[in-house]
């Protein structure tokens, strides 16, 4: 069912609870490569050479060498207006949930507080022996691949294919995506399980759920509207009708 912005942004004003779940699209105008589109990741590179703990354990070095050139191309980046928006719309709902798969940190920097991450964060690496995390590695790494001061190998934080998702961000991803009044999806290809069930977990708990994505995606005919266009266009436009 498709609605025009005025027949739904009064439940947007009339939300208690709001979530949003992000996925690479919206740092896309950040200039930070997304996954599956065009110019995307996984069109260049291999995800089980470089994304699964088989890869790691075959080879820490190269995938530190790719995490180590991702964290570069992520800290010359700078946050965009869609994050921004999102920072302003948390301050305008009385309870705010930001639950993303990405691990690219613009979030936290462009200043949003409630943000679960699925996914991990680049910026954090954890100890393979003793499971201690820290984010102060030098970007770019002086010593690949890096070691824990307790001589094991640290591994990015992140989550790679064939791992399961940390318990309690999922946890709390899945309960406050219930619990939703409104839930934006934003800049996902919503392909990735369990990320991708969460705007059904949302609308069965009632919310009402609004895409924004610049294609269509397998939830776009489950959503209750998608907003076609790009996250820094569209979610300003959403607050300043706000
Ligand atoms: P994808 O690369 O799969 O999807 C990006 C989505 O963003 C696509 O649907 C695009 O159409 C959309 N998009 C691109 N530019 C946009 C823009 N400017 N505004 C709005 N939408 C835009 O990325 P994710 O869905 O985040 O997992 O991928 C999910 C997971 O797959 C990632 O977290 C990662 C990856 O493998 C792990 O690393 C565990």
């Known amino acids: 069912m498709e609605f025009g912005i005025e027949t739904w942004i009064d439940r947007l004003r009339d939300a208690r609870r709001v979530t949003v779940l992000t996925g690479a699209g919206i ?48 800290a010359g980046a700078e946050p965009n207006a869609g994050h ?29 507080r409630a943000v679960c991450e699925l996914h991990g964060n680049l910026f954090r690496s954890r100890c393979t022996a003793e499971g201690t995390t820290r984010d102060d590695l030098p970007n770019p790494l002086v010593e690949i691949p890096p070691v824990c001061t307790c001589g094991a190998l640290l591994r990015p934080d992140v989550v790679w ?11 709390t991803a899945g309960r406050e995506a219930y619990r939703s009044d409104v839930m934006f999806v934003v800049g996902t290809s919503a392909v990735v399980y369990p990320a991708a069930a ?45």
């Not at 949930?97 to 920097?109: C, E, F, K, S």
């Open 161 to 171: 294919f064939g791992e399961s998702l940390p318990v309690e961000a999922l946890t």
């Open 84 to 112: 921004r928006a999102l920072v302003e719309l948390e301050a305008r709902v009385p309870s705010f949930l930001l639950i993303t798969q990405n691990v690219d940190n613009l979030h936290q920097r462009a200043g949003s």
């Open 27 to 74: 740092s896309a105008e950040s200039g930070v490569p997304t996954f599956r589109g065009e110019g995307g990741l996984w069109r260049t590179y291999r995800a089980e050479e470089l994304a699964t703990p088989e890869a790691f354990a075959r080879d820490p070095g190269l995938v530190w060498e790719w995490y180590d050139y991702r964290r570069g191309i992520v």
């Open 198 to 242: 969460l705007p059904e977990r949302a609308a069965a708990g009632g919310a009402f759920v609004v895409e924004v994505n610049v294609t269509r995606t397998p939830i776009s005919s489950v959503v209750d509207v998608t907003i076609p266009g790009s996250a820094a266009a569209v979610l300003p436009a959403v607050l300043d009708a706000l």
